[in-house]
């Protein structure tokens, strides 16, 4: 009985070594993805529209207090919609979400794409990208994931160190910036029922200060995207350093009770081509947080030794 056991706890280890590799493995394959911030730092220089409340930031203490100890304290005052936001789809939908409903499978690492109509924007200001601008990028990289997030590349983002070039206010105080057509919107609120991808399009962002033209005063685009609760992105950074496909996306506004939107750290994690393959293959990158502890039982109950 003793040599039956020993050899049994000896294939535990055996199998216990390779779980083990298996999962440090998989744990490296994991950790490759990159990393990159798509939101403007939030402070009196982050892209906003001239025309909201500008934001302000009052250091209320800084220094040492009567302890010895440090102690740093400021006051800060904005517009929901200023510096790189979300905009809840109740910003221009009665009846559509706050920004404390949108649902957390909508904003945490969802998948994400890159269309660039920069080449056909040039520097034509107050242009409306059209349905075909879209449909061109889906035949040259296929459907557009469910439940995604699609980030609208308009190369204006470029001129986000030069504030009147980015917001195009003229003398007028008007505003002439690219923007998505009611036609585009449309097109994208309207996806996933067209292609049968269920939830279709959960958020349109861009690289501009509204997903409408900069002189729009009625803002089709936001009303078509908010009656099918797609919220929007404004003021996305960086997107000229994604690929079109193969990353997600992680969305985290701040979490403001019946806000209209709100300041948001966006991150894009760009994916290693194991894990590109892996969710070919059927096999979520969100399921990590349920393969790790599952390893981990293994482990224990398959090694009575250790």
Known sequence: MSCVWAGRMTSCRWFAAVVTLSLVAWLDTCTASRLMELSYTFNVDSPSSPKLRPFEHVVMKKGMNKFGHWVELNDFCASEHSGTHVDAPIHTNKDGWPLERIPLNRLFRVPGVVIDVSDVIGSTSNYEIKVKDLERWDTEHGPIPEGAVVLIRTGWGLKVTTPRRYSGIDKHNKLNFPGLS?????????????????????????????????????????????????????????????????????????????????????????????????????????????????????????????
């Not at 005063?217 to 404004?234: K, M």
């Open 182 to 306: 009611e036609e585009a919107a449309g097109w994208l609120e309207s996806y996933g029922r067209v292609n049968k991808k269920g939830r279709g399009i959960v958020g349109v962002g861009i690289d501009t200060m509204s997903l409408d033209i900069g002189q729009s005063v009625r803002f089709p685009a936001h009303r078509r995207l908010s009656q099918s609760n797609v919220y929007g992105i404004e003021n996305v950074a960086n997107t000229h350093l994604l690929p079109p496909t193969g990353f997600l996306l992680t969305i985290l506004p701040v979490r403001i009770g019946g806000g209209s939107g709100a300041p948001a750290r966006i991150v894009a994690e760009i994916l290693t081509k194991e894990e590109l393959n892996s969710a070919s293959a059927g096999l979520s990158t969100s399921a990590s947080p349920i393969l790790l502890p599952t390893f981990l039982m293994l482990l224990l109950l398959f090694s009575p030794g250790l």
